[in-house]
């Protein structure tokens, strides 16, 4: 695996000036890249793959920091715990393990879900784990303990996407049946439920503050929810093929990653006219955002660090 530095590359936003600039290209798994996840301090970011290894990365330099081996089947989510000491990850294998990174050493593996585990987050206190799975259920766990609390259900098909409003504490969840729905993280109840993506939702983001979130599915959409009033706000099609990954950034913008090998960006509150693109040379798999950085990974094995520009 090796680090590739590329300086002559940027990304207009959409006021027409260089949004994103990459920093750099990592070769970070052997086959797709299927999960990626920043530290809370942003100094690192794990991923997982079909290889069914995790490599945790300095994000300045690029090269590898640990790797943590015992999945038996393809990783699939990762979520960082403990102010970053230690990293939760979900397998096609249907568990979930909690690793400590420094030691490299596997903690405990949480059994419950009957499929893969497909999405992992953690509540806005920080002391719950939330894991959607394709066995249609999102299950809610004591991330001290490391006990199942209670399980949420209502999808008919395959969670995908799992986003939690830090202001809020309520998760967003998309799935395989092309509901889009909103739950209370202490009760369980489902909050709100909506069908506007043509089958497989698999992306959904909350902004940073309020109670808007944006989804992204197998129809090349973006839509714009407000589960505080129960409505959609807006939808448009951005892409050819199925979104894969959303990142809604402080000041809302929106940066949306698809198998057709582009990235759109748009504002949380712009029309469809505003919306411009990139294309990447890889089929993205999904994107994550720290800050002023985004990760975008996909099916070549490979993430691209891009910095906004300011």
């Known amino acids: 695996m090796h680090t590739t530095l ?8 959409s006021e027409g000036k260089q ?3 990459v920093l750099r290209t990592i070769d970070a798994h052997n086959g797709p890249v299927r999960a990626l996840a920043f530290s809370p301090c942003g100094k690192y970011f794990a991923t997982g793959g079909d290889d069914k290894v995790i490599r945790v990365w300095n994000v300045e330099t690029g090269k590898e920091h640990a790797r943590l081996k015992g999945h038996t089947d393809i990783v699939k989510s990762l979520c960082y715990y403990d102010d970053g000491k230690k990293l939760f990850s979900g397998s096609e294998d249907k568990t979930i393990k909690l690793w400590d990174i420094a030691t490299k050493r596997e903690l405990q593996t949480l059994k419950g879900h009957t499929d893969a585990v497909e999405c992992l987050a953690l509540d806005a206190k920080g002391q719950l ?6 066995d249609k259920t999102i299950k809610v766990w004591d991330a001290v303990k490391l006990v199942e609390k209670r399980t949420l259900k209502g999808h008919t098909m395959n969670i995908f996407s799992l986003s939690v409003s830090k202001e809020n504490n309520v998760v967003a969840s998309g799935s395989a049946d092309g509901d889009v729905r909103v739950w209370d993280i202490g009760t369980g109840k489902s ?4 069908y506007a993506h043509d ?7 909350f902004e940073s503050r309020g109670k808007r979130f944006v989804s992204g599915g197998m129809d090349g959409k973006i839509c714009v929810w407000d ?3 129960g409505r959609m706000e807006k939808c448009f099609k951005v892409h050819e093929r199925e979104v894969r990954g959303i990142a809604v950034l402080k000041d809302g913008l929106i940066v949306s990653g698809s198998l057709d090998e582009t990235l759109k960006v748009l504002r949380l509150d712009a029309e469809k006219g505003a919306v411009t693109s990139q294309k990447m040379d890889m089929k993205i798999l999904g994107l994550q955002a720290f800050k002023d950085l985004l990760a975008v990974f996909g099916y070549n094995g490979k993430v691209v660090i891009l910095k906004r520009r300011r």
């Open 191 to 194: 909050l709100f439920s909506s």
């Open 6 to 13: 590329i300086l002559a590359f940027c990304l207009l936003g």
């Open 227 to 229: 589960y505080g009033k």
């Open 199 to 205: 089958f497989f939702v698999y992306a959904v983001a």
């Open 19 to 21: 949004e994103f600039e």
């Open 129 to 134: 784990l939330l894991s959607g799975s394709s």
